[in-house]
């Protein structure tokens, strides 16, 4: 994006969201950690999103987030149920090829592993 989109974004915000996105779950900061970070904690924020404290980020906003999640578990555990289902011969030739794109063994498909 270009950089006068982020002209009126805090530093602190900018921080936050690139701790956020971080692709590595291990590297990536937990909601935790977030919430300690310096643009939750300043109450003088213009920002109707900044000090979780003071109220200003609402309980449903936290609801939604949380239901996010638990889509992705539902999503997730729905495709393990098809998996299941498939014939053995189906099942073996999708892992194979699972297992030649993980080049790196983790058990993740990282983007990198998909462009190539």
Same mark, same amino acid.
């Given at each position: 994006?270009?950089?006068?989109?982020?002209?009126? @974004? #805090?530093?602190?915000?900018?921080? $936050?969201?690139? /701790?956020?996105?971080?692709?590595?779950?291990? +590297? %990536?900061?937990?909601?935790?950690?977030?919430?300690?970070?310096?643009?939750?904690?300043?109450?003088?924020?213009?920002?109707?999103?900044?000090?979780?404290?003071?109220?200003? @980020? #609402?309980?449903?906003?936290?609801? $939604?987030?949380? /239901?996010?999640?638990?889509?992705?578990?539902? +999503? %997730?555990?729905?495709?393990?149920?098809?998996?299941?289902?498939?014939?053995?011969?189906?099942?073996?030739?999708?892992?194979?090829?699972?297992?030649?794109?993980?080049?790196?063994?983790?058990?993740?498909?990282?983007?990198?592993?998909?462009?190539?």
């Amino acid at each position: 994006l270009p950089r006068a989109t982020f002209a009126n @974004v #805090s530093r602190e915000a900018i921080d $936050l969201c690139q /701790r956020l996105l971080e692709k590595d779950p291990r +590297r %990536r900061v937990s909601a935790v950690q977030a919430l300690r970070q310096p643009w939750f904690q300043d109450a003088s924020k213009p920002s109707p999103y900044g000090n979780h404290e003071s109220g200003a @980020v #609402s309980e449903r906003t936290f609801q $939604l987030l949380r /239901r996010y999640n638990a889509s992705h578990k539902v +999503r %997730r555990a729905a495709l393990c149920i098809i998996a299941s289902d498939l014939p053995e011969a189906q099942f073996r030739n999708a892992r194979d090829t699972f297992h030649a794109l993980d080049r790196d063994g983790d058990g993740l498909l990282s983007p990198e592993e998909l462009k190539d």
